[in-house]
Nanobody, 121 residues
Framework: VQLQASGGGLVQAGGSLRLSCAAS????????LGWFRQAPGKEREFVAA????????YYADSVKGRFTISRDTAKNTVYLQMSSLKPEDTAVYYC???????????????WGQGTLVTVSS
């Protein structure tokens, strides 16, 4: 299994950015894919997840209403549309495959390499 995250960059506060996570290696029909982020000096935290088959979504409270996770099963890609970005959204964003219930790190096994999002004030 390989996960390739992309789409990070520098954006002003209030702006938008879309991250992509291209998945390869095996079918994901029985899994979910999620996004985590790690800000400088902080622990990695859950952002959002989506079940591959039914498309059920989960969000951290801090991003609800601003971020939208989606997937394109034909392209084996998960997206994170981020809007109304704030400086506190600055972090390295990682995509990962969820293999058990729950949205803590231990529920995820394969991780992408991360993409940096910087939100300027």
């Amino acid at each position: 299994v390989q996960l390739q995250a992309s789409g990070g960059g520098l954006v002003q506060a209030g702006g938008s950015l879309r991250l992509s996570c291209a998945a390869s290696g095996r079918t994901f029909s029985n899994y979910a894919l999620g996004w985590f982020r790690q800000a400088p000096g902080k622990e990695r935290e859950f952002v959002a997840a989506i079940s591959w088959g039914a498309g059920i979504t989960y969000y951290a409270d801090s991003v609800k209403g601003r971020f939208t996770i989606s997937r394109d099963t034909a392209k084996n890609t998960v997206y994170l549309q981020m809007s109304s970005l704030k400086p506190e959204d600055t972090a390295v964003y990682y995509c990962a495959r969820r293999v058990r219930v729950g949205n803590k790190e231990e529920s995820y096994d394969y991780w992408g390499q991360g993409t940096l999002v910087t939100v300027s004030s």
